[in-house]
C-alpha cells in the first residue's frame, strides 16, 4: 500500500504553477487537478467506470450529508467509502463544518445592529459556536447536534477517505476583524484537537490518511498570514484555504488570500488545495500562484441545469451555454468542437436539446459527463504547458475577453 506522499514535478519558469503527482493508497493524483463533488458518494448520475473516463482522479464526498444519510456507522459497516461506493481511486472528505456553519449563515456571526459581534445564540439561530465544536440543528430532523474537531476526524476516519479536512470555523462575509480573530483562535486550537485524532486512528478502515490543515483568518491580511505560518509549523500532510471563494467575500480578495498565503505554504512542499473554486478563469488565477487541487460544484450542477461547457463561449459567456433554447433544437452539431469525450462522440446537441426539454435523465448524464471531461481536459492542458514553461501563454489564449 501507498503512503500518502506529494511530488512536485515541474515548476512553471515564469509564474508559481507547478505540476506534480499525489499519491494516496488509493492512487495518483495529477495536479494540477480538478476534484469533483460527490456530495452524498455518488457524482449524480454516473457510474465509477464513468467517471474515471471523464479524467476525474479524486472527488470530494461531504461528512456532513454522510452523517445523516446514510450515516457514517453505514458507511462504516460496508468497509468504508471507496468500497460501499465501489470506487477505486482516490476520496477527499470535507470537516462537515461548512455545511454545518451554513445552515447558520443569520446566525451568531451576524453583527447586532450595536456592532456587538460578541457570539449569541437566539431560538432562531441554527448554529451555536463553542469553544469545542458547533451545536447545531440538523436539517433533515430537527435534532440538535454537536460537532467538533475530534467528532469531526473520527468520522472522517470511519469513511476512510484519502484526504481528510482539519475542522474549522467558517467565517461568512462581512465580518469584523475581532471577530474573524477570535475565529481563527479557535480554529487554530481545533487544528491541535484534529492532529491529535488523526495521530490516534484507532480504526483500520484506512490506514494512509492524510490531513489537511485548513487556513483561515478571512480577508484580512495579517490573519491569514498569522494561519498560513501556524499551519504550516504543524505536522499535517497538506493544506488546504478555506472561507474565501465560496461565502460572499468580494472577488479581489480571493486571489488577494492566495498571495498572503501561498508564499508562506508553497515554501514547504505539501499540496494546497483551494476550496470551493472552479470557474474556468478562476482555476488559472489560482494555479498561477501555486493552488495544487480546487474543487467546485459548476461543472456537474450546471450540467443538470443544461449548461454546456465550450471554449468557444469566451470568458464572457463563462465558457459555456444553454442547451436547452430552442436555438439547439435543429443543431447536428456535437457539444462542443474538437471534444472527444463519450457524450461527444456519439450525440448531437439536438438530441441533448430533446432530452433536456423532456426532462429525460440521459440528458443530465450525458451533459456531466461532458462537462466532467471538459474540466478533466482543461486541466490536462495546463498540465502540459506548465511541463513546457507555457501557462502564461495557455492563459493567454483562453483569458481574452
Ligand atoms: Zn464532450
Given at each position: 500500500m501507498d503512503k500518502f506522499n506529494f511530488k512536485i514535478h515541474h515548476r512553471d519558469k515564469n509564474s508559481n504553477?507547478?505540476?506534480g503527482i499525489i499519491t494516496t493508497s488509493h492512487g495518483k493524483i495529477r495536479t494540477p487537478g480538478f476534484v469533483s463533488c460527490g456530495t452524498a458518494a455518488t457524482i449524480k448520475s454516473l457510474t465509477p467506470e464513468e467517471i474515471k473516463a471523464?479524467?476525474?482522479d479524486v472527488f470530494f464526498v461531504n461528512t456532513y450529508h454522510m452523517m445523516f444519510r446514510p450515516g457514517i456507522d453505514v458507511?462504516?459497516?460496508?468497509?468504508?467509502?471507496?468500497?460501499?461506493?465501489n470506487w477505486e481511486g482516490s476520496v477527499m472528505t470535507d470537516s462537515g463544518g461548512f455545511q454545518a456553519f451554513s445552515l447558520g449563515e443569520n446566525g451568531p456571526r451576524k453583527q447586532t445592529k450595536a456592532g456587538n459581534e460578541k457570539t449569541q445564540f437566539n431560538e432562531k439561530t441554527l448554529v451555536k459556536i463553542l469553544?469545542?465544536?458547533?451545536?447545531?440543528?440538523?436539517?433533515?430532523?430537527?435534532?440538535?447536534?454537536?460537532l467538533g474537531p475530534k467528532e469531526s476526524i473520527?468520522?472522517?476516519?470511519?469513511?476512510g477517505s484519502d484526504i481528510m479536512m482539519s475542522f474549522d470555523e467558517c467565517t461568512f462575509y462581512p465580518i469584523k476583524h475581532n471577530y474573524a480573530k477570535e475565529a481563527l483562535k479557535?480554529?487554530?486550537?481545533?487544528?491541535?484537537?484534529?492532529?491529535?485524532?488523526?495521530?490516534?486512528n484507532k480504526n483500520k478502515i484506512n490506514l494512509s490518511q492524510a490531513l489537511y490543515g485548513v487556513v483561515q483568518g478571512s480577508i484580512f491580511e495579517d490573519l491569514r498570514m498569522e494561519s498560513a505560518r501556524?499551519?504550516?509549523?504543524?505536522?499535517?500532510?497538506?493544506f488546504a484555504i478555506g472561507s474565501v471563494a465560496n461565502a460572499k467575500e468580494p472577488r479581489e480578495f480571493v486571489f488577494k488570500v492566495l498571495d498572503w498565503t501561498l508564499p508562506i505554504l508553497n515554501y514547504s512542499e505539501r499540496p494546497v488545495h483551494f476550496l470551493g473554486i472552479g470557474e474556468i478563469e478562476d482555476i488559472f488565477e489560482s494555479i498561477q500562484r501555486g493552488i495544487d487541487t480546487l474543487d467546485c460544484v459548476i461543472p456537474t450542477r450546471m450540467g443538470r441545469l443544461g449548461y454546456i461547457f465550450s471554449k468557444e463561449m469566451g470568458l464572457s459567456k463563462k465558457y459555456r451555454y444553454d442547451i436547452t433554447k430552442s436555438e439547439f433544437k435543429l443543431d447536428n452539431n456535437i457539444l462542443s468542437r474538437g471534444c472527444r469525450c463519450y457524450t461527444c462522440s456519439n450525440f448531437t446537441r439536438s438530441y441533448i436539446h430533446h432530452l433536456f426539454k423532456s426532462r429525460e435523465l440521459l440528458g443530465y448524464r450525458l451533459a456531466t459527463i461532458h462537462n466532467l471531461s471538459f474540466f478533466g481536459s482543461v486541466m490536462e492542458e495546463i498540465r502540459n504547458s506548465i511541463e513546457?514553461?507555457?501557462?502564461?501563454?495557455?492563459?493567454?489564449?483562453?483569458?481574452?475577453k
Open positions: 504553477a507547478r505540476t471523464c479524467s476525474i458507511v462504516k459497516n460496508a468497509g468504508g467509502v471507496h468500497k460501499f461506493m469553544e469545542d465544536g458547533i451545536e447545531f440543528t440538523s436539517a433533515w430532523d430537527g435534532k440538535k447536534i454537536f473520527e468520522a472522517q476516519q470511519e469513511l479557535r480554529t487554530h486550537a481545533w487544528l491541535e484537537v484534529c492532529i491529535e485524532q488523526h495521530k490516534n501556524f499551519i504550516k509549523s504543524k505536522d499535517v500532510e497538506g513546457e514553461n507555457n501557462f502564461l501563454k495557455l492563459k493567454k489564449e483562453w483569458i481574452k
